[in-house]
């Protein structure tokens, strides 16, 4: 690809049709040209991580640094009618108390959204109305974090109480009877709605032997990141605001910070260090603007650090929501329309809000396309806690409902559920009824067969009715689809500069966010291949808002795809500059020479020419004609490509306790050429404990009078831990998509999507009765038990 932007089509289909299967990662190194692609490199953070050197925001400390504490409501709707700080203001060690009379009148949302962002601007940094049980009402910082601690406390507020919206069915309704039990002004408590409809669901359904319809409610889970949110603001000697934040989008950051605390963007610089994890609940602006109120208020550094009760409540959740699917089929199994319905919760405040039910719709066409297809989606605002983007950004409640009622199709016609997907799934060359992408690549079939082969799925399937009297045995599967990036929803570019140093090492500075998930190894990778330079040497900094070229984040599956594509274009223009100069110097021809294993080299015989650090030191301190070698450039989207895959789980079911028992889950992912196979195999394991929990422990329950979390900790709120975790086979199939620089796709979400509804799957194979609704704890599934023992 080089410096071309590839145009999907103008691509010949001869370079998509390659496949390779990958069985648990282990791909034969030898068998690619690659010095540095799809090899398994040892992550840069790994050793500092493991031996604990690895500098988080709570480890940097700061002469005269002050500790921030947040007053939260304990209303889940009211007006404040006073607030008492005076007593929080005498204790010794307090220096500045806020409340939302001390704030910029400024009003944002608090999303990493792209600019201009049209999602509501429905938050200030402090209000005089609060929304939810766990909203902000004031603020403290003081000289240690127990005087903070004692002076919350000290505060006294005052409330006006309004009727709380505890319920999504109802939040419309209750506006309705009630005006004072709406949520943000002029909304009636609907953030958002729209309706699509392709070709003519009357016609559809004519067409149909069969309509199925069913309906799915999806729980309120939270990220649950080991690091919880935590932000640090102080001056520079200069007088700008500096923001140390934990966050997947620093760019973003520093713009809505800008805008929250009415300052120039210009007088912000956003730094992002180690980051204990996202999975999306760090793309929106939390806690950043009352930390840096704060700092401005007390000219002193500040540090705001959530306890893990704070951060689950207080910072963003999964939407949760309720899934209505009807669908026509044939006789032989051909789908003639599908029409889905969905109710969102975004909780107390937009954030990404309707977004997220956007990206459902962009997504329910693609993996089952048909020419009659309706989409009608709804977010109501509540009282609940504020709902935004995670892992997958809304397909993975979209997926549990879709690959489920798929199954459900496949019972109520008695045939395999493999079979009814084969005979509808997309194919290789499909575009999309908007002309958005096309499909470039697909390994969705071979995804499909190699879990049927792997899992014995024709004999276990079949068998599992038969399975012992208590303990029942299941066998389920799921398929997805997810995009690489946000094209063309939002024009998104990516930046990447290159410093070629005078020993032929690299210094790569980028505008996407580490966040834990190994994107800085990989970008590393692209470098160092493109250099012909041991991956080693090169030094990788990110992400510093005043140095680090300009990048939307780390969101969307995005980094590889968009950053690396940058990344890729300034490795090529140094090498490119390091090659014509060298043939210069030599008088060698530029085009016959090329880079590897620290070697500038002829191409057609492999013989070495000069050491590339010799090379660029010659370039460097060349006494006539000096050449500095260093280039920022930046890609833009032209394509998004899908990546594709499927999900096998075995599961044993205990019919007298309702408890399920993941026995072993096979992953098999098309998602592109796999740049680091080590890294893509950790990310699929962590996705499947992802999809685990969500299937078959996590929700937060809130008290459906008072609108309090009730399970605001890791004792009460059940993560799986190693001991939960099952048999993992990690399954590569590589496709080769065009439009990218080596062939990748998106991975990072994927890994996430369809492991829920596998599951769920399994346990419907296992017992025989229907769940459309997640968790599936021991009392769900017991339930489910008891009713078809009533039944009979």
């Given at each position: 690809m080089h410096e071309k932007d590839s145009n999907p089509a103008n691509v010949g289909l001869k370079e998509k049709s390659r496949l390779e299967i990958v069985v648990n990662a282990s791909k034969d190194e030898s068998k690619t040209e690659y010095q540095h692609i799809g090899k398994k490199r040892v992550r840069f953070d790994a050793k500092p991580k493991v031996t604990g050197k690895a500098k988080y925001i709570a480890d940097i400390?700061?002469?005269?640094?002050?500790?921030?504490?947040?007053?939260?409501?304990?209303?889940?709707?009211?007006?404040?009618?006073?607030?008492?700080?005076?007593?929080?203001e005498k204790l010794p060690g307090v220096h500045a108390v806020l409340t939302w009379k001390d704030v910029p009148r400024k009003q944002y949302c608090q999303a990493g959204h792209p600019y201009p962002d049209d999602s509501p601007q429905d938050q200030y940094i402090l209000d005089k109305k609060v929304r939810f049980v766990g909203d902000y009402v004031a603020a403290v910082a003081a000289e240690t974090p127990e005087i903070a601690e004692q002076a919350v406390k000290l505060i006294k507020v005052d409330y006006e109480e309004l009727p709380a919206v505890l319920s999504m069915e109802t939040a419309r309704d209750m506006f309705a009877q009630n005006s004072s039990a709406e949520?943000?002004?002029?909304?009636?408590?609907?953030q958002e709605d729209h309706f699509i409809e392709i070709g003519s669901m009357e016609k559809g359904f004519a067409e149909a032997d069969m309509i199925v319809e069913d309906e799915f409610k999806l729980p309120i889970v939270q990220h649950c990141p080991i690091e919880t949110h935590i932000s640090k603001a102080y001056f520079e000697d200069t007088g700008r605001l500096v923001v140390h934040s934990a966050t997947q989008v620093p760019f973003h950051l520093r713009r809505i910070l800008s805008q929250a605390l009415d300052l120039p963007i210009g007088d912000i610089r956003v730094l992002k260090t180690y980051v204990?994890?996202?999975?999306?609940?760090?793309?929106?602006?939390?806690?950043?603007?009352?930390?840096?109120?704060?700092?401005?208020?007390?000219?002193?550094?500040?540090?705001?650090?959530?306890?893990?009760?704070?951060?689950?409540?207080?910072?963003?959740?999964?939407?949760?929501?309720?899934?209505?699917?009807?669908?026509?089929?044939?006789?032989?199994?051909?789908?003639?329309?599908?029409?889905?319905?969905?109710?969102?919760?975004?909780?107390?405040?937009?954030a990404h809000g309707h977004c997220v039910v956007w990206n459902m719709s962009s997504h329910f066409p693609t993996l089952y396309p048909v020419e009659n297809l309706s989409f009608k989606g709804e977010t109501v605002y509540t009282n609940m806690p504020v709902a935004s983007a995670m892992r997958s950004y809304g397909i993975s409640q979209l997926n549990f409902a879709m690959e489920s009622h798929m199954d459900n199709i496949a019972r109520q016609m008695n045939v395999d559920p493999i079979e009814l997907r084969l005979n509808n799934v997309v194919k290789l060359g499909h575009k999309d009824p908007s002309v958005i992408y096309t499909i470039d690549s697909c390994g969705i079939e071979e995804c499909i067969n190699s879990g049927k082969n792997m899992s014995d799925w024709k004999k276990r399937h079949e068998e599992s009715a038969e399975s012992g009297e208590v303990i029942k045995k299941g066998l389920g599967m799921a398929c997805f689809s997810y995009q690489s990036n946000t094209y063309p929803f939002n024009e998104e570019i990516a930046g990447a500069r290159i410093k070629l140093n005078e020993d032929g090492s690299a210094t790569l500075f980028i505008g996407a966010a580490e966040i834990g998930q190994g994107s800085d190894t990989v970008m590393a990778q692209i470098a160092a291949e493109e250099l012909g330079i041991a991956y080693e040497r090169v030094k990788v900094i990110a992400v510093d808002t005043d140095i680090c070229p300009f990048d939307f984040g780390a969101y969307a599956s995005r980094q590889t795809n968009m950053t690396g594509a940058a990344v890729h274009k300034a490795a090529v223009k140094c090498r490119d500059a390091l090659l014509n100069y060298t043939a210069e110097l030599m008088e060698l021809d530029a085009?016959?020479?090329?880079?590897?294993?620290?070697?500038?080299?002829?191409?057609?015989?492999?013989?070495?020419?000069?050491?590339?650090?010799?090379?660029?030191?010659?370039?460097?301190?060349?006494?006539?004609?000096?050449?500095?070698?260093?280039?920022?450039?930046?890609?833009?989207?032209?394509?998004?490509?899908?990546?594709?895959?499927?999900?096998?789980?075995?599961?044993?079911?205990?019919?007298?306790?309702?408890?399920?028992?993941?026995?072993?889950?096979?992953?098999?992912?098309?998602?592109?050429?796999?740049?680091?196979?080590?890294?893509?195999?950790?990310?699929?394991?962590g996705g499947v404990s992802m999809g685990l929990a969500y299937a078959l422990s996590e929700q937060m329950l809130i008290d459906p009078k008072s609108g309090r979390v009730l399970n605001d900790n890791l004792l009460d709120y059940k993560v799986p831990t190693m001991m939960d975790m099952p048999e993992i086979d990690v399954v590569f199939v590589e496709t080769v998509e065009p439009s990218t620089a080596y062939g990748h796709k998106s991975l990072g979400e994927p890994a996430v999507i369809s492991v829920a509804p596998a599951i769920r799957n399994a346990v419907v194979n296992a017992l025989d009765i229907e769940y459309n609704e997640i968790p599936l704890t021991p009392q769900r599934v017991f339930e489910g038990l008891v009713k078809t023992w009533e039944a009979k």
């Open positions: 400390k700061m002469d005269g640094m002050l500790y921030g504490k947040i007053v939260w409501s304990t209303k889940a709707h009211a007006n404040i009618k006073s607030i008492q700080t005076d007593l929080a949520i943000h002004a002029g909304t009636g408590n609907l204990g994890g996202g999975f999306g609940s760090k793309e929106d602006v939390t806690l950043e603007p009352i930390t840096a109120m704060l700092a401005i208020k007390t000219k002193r550094p500040v540090q705001l650090e959530f306890t893990r009760e704070e951060n689950m409540v207080s910072t963003v959740t999964r939407h949760s929501a309720i899934i209505k699917l009807k669908t026509g089929v044939t006789k032989a199994g051909k789908i003639t329309a599908r029409g889905m319905e969905i109710l969102s919760n975004t909780g107390a405040y937009a085009a016959s020479l090329m880079v590897r294993d620290g070697w500038i080299l002829e191409k057609d015989n492999g013989k070495q020419v000069i050491e590339i650090k010799e090379a660029a030191m010659n370039a460097y301190y060349n006494h006539d004609n000096p050449l500095a070698i260093s280039h920022e450039v930046y890609h833009k989207a032209t394509n998004n490509p899908m990546a594709f895959g499927a999900v096998f789980a075995d599961v044993e079911v205990d019919s007298i306790t309702g408890r399920v028992n993941l026995k072993k889950v096979w992953a098999i992912h098309d998602s592109g050429t796999i740049i680091n196979h080590k890294q893509a195999e950790g990310q699929v394991e």
